[in-house]
């Protein structure tokens, strides 16, 4: 016998077929009761002796609501993340070493997914909206309260003076702010933390202790042209070899992390001359240092713009590296520099040297000199060549300021 069913049955409960119907619409079959019933349930009300409890019909169960599910399952996850972070600060205040948990490979492409560079270049054009005169005092007040910011050290003390939120994070120090240490031979680029430090080992750089990044992939591959920023070698030589051209030399890193309330501008760490420009379009994730314990490589992921040239004792290199809400980098001296840019995609590099005809060394900069600015906090690397008595004059961890000594011979 064919399966045949009430229409009107059928709709009240998708997926059940009848055997058999009457003209009363299945009213005198123990099918029909059931489904009758569920067309008439009313609200109902059951009392378990302590207090009443309301129970919507049972067909409102077959409803899905993916909004509050995707909620309660995005808000566990976070609560979950907070909590191990809460976990391991505590184990950190009693001397255990904490080795890095890293994102994996979906975590990361998911974090990647999330339209950063629209959201930067959005906020770079809400700082560019000029304040009313009167609201400025309370906005600029509820940043310096937030972020610990140090306005007896601008130039400008007067909170009116900066017409928009872009004045007020490049603001400029009063000269005697900074002074620049003339004893050492690189000082700090910028104000900020210091992350990590030390010599590059087997092309691998220090991200954060315990978190590395490859030196070929941030830096960039190796080129040909007589322009191009790093020298020719031979395929046997690994990439770190190429870098370090003088012998009995080698190859140190340090890298700085710049908060929101730091001081926004980074200057020259030395005295060298820069002969290349590569800028990388990339993501823009947050660099703090949860997020870079956190996403190995997490450095050559986002946008950054990579200086390199030569000092006294060979290769240096400066990198600016974006982050979210940093997708603007400037470079003083670089006009065709446009960073988080859509006319650029990720995974793709564009170079520009420095190094022309009429100019046949680059730009020199000198120690302390005014060399760029970020929009938002963000992360200054140093990779540069040096003696082996090179000594670094810091903890991992400390706050540092620009000016301040980083090394020596």
């Known amino acids: 016998m064919a399966a045949s069913g009430c229409r009107r ?20 079959t123990p099918m029909g009761h059931f489904l009758g019933s569920l067309r008439k349930l009313p609200l109902q009300t059951f009392n378990t002796g302590a207090r009443k409890m309301h ?22 996850y976070v609560g979950y993340r907070q909590y191990e972070k809460y976990r391991d600060q505590k184990l950190e205040k009693l001397g255990l070493e904490i080795p890095p948990k890293l994102a994996s490979h979906w975590e990361v492409a ?42 007896t050290e601008a130039a400008v003390e007067d909170l009116h003076h900066y017409r ?35 010599q590059v080992k087997n092309c691998e750089v220090e991200q954060v202790k315990g978190v590395t990044y490859s030196l070929e992939s941030f830096l960039g591959p190796r080129a040909y042209a007589e322009d191009t920023p790093f020298p020719p070698a031979s395929s046997r030589d690994s990439f770190r070899n190429q870098l370090v051209t003088r012998e009995g030399n080698e190859l140190y890193h340090c890298v700085i992390y710049l908060a929101p309330g730091d001081y926004h501008c980074f200057h020259s760490p030395t005295d060298w001359t820069v002969s290349h420009r590569r800028h990388f379009p990339g993501s823009l994730m947050s660099v703090n240092p949860g997020m870079a314990r956190w996403i190995k490589e997490l450095f050559c992921h986002n946008e950054r713009v990579v200086l390199t040239g030569d000092w006294k004792h060979g290769f240096f290199s400066l990198t600016a590296v974006g982050a979210t809400n940093v997708g603007s980098i400037r470079i003083y001296f670089d006009r065709d520099l446009h ?64 000016g301040e000594a980083l090394g020596s011979l």
């Open 164 to 198: 928009n939120l872009s004045e007020f994070f490049r603001r400029k120090l009063k000269p005697q702010a900074r002074p620049v240490c003339g004893l050492h031979s690189v000082i700090s680029p910028s104000d900020g933390k210091i992350l990590t430090f030390g």
């Open 55 to 76: 129970t919507a019909p049972v067909r409102s169960l077959f409803l899905l609501r993916p909004m509050p599910i995707l909620l309660a399952t995005g808000g566990g």
């Open 339 to 402: 960073t988080n840019s859509p006319r650029y995609s990720k995974g793709s590099y564009n170079d520009l040297s420095f190094v022309t005809h009429a100019n046949k060394e680059g730009v020199p900069m000198r120690k302390g000199e005014h060399l760029g600015e970020f929009n938002l906090g963000s992360t200054i690397v140093l990779i540069f060549e040096a003696p082996k008595d090179f000594n670094f004059r810091l903890k991992a961890g400390q706050k540092i300021r620009f």
């Open 110 to 151: 998911l974090y990647k997914s999330v339209p950063t560079r629209l959201l930067s270049r959005a906020w770079g054009r809400l700082n560019q909206v000029e304040l009313p005169y009167w609201l400025r005092r309370p906005v600029y007040s509820l940043y310096i309260w937030t972020f610990g910011v140090n306005m």
């Open 9 to 28: 049955c059928v709709r009240s409960l998708p997926g059940v077929m009848l055997w058999r119907c009457s003209p009363y619409h299945c009213e005198y």
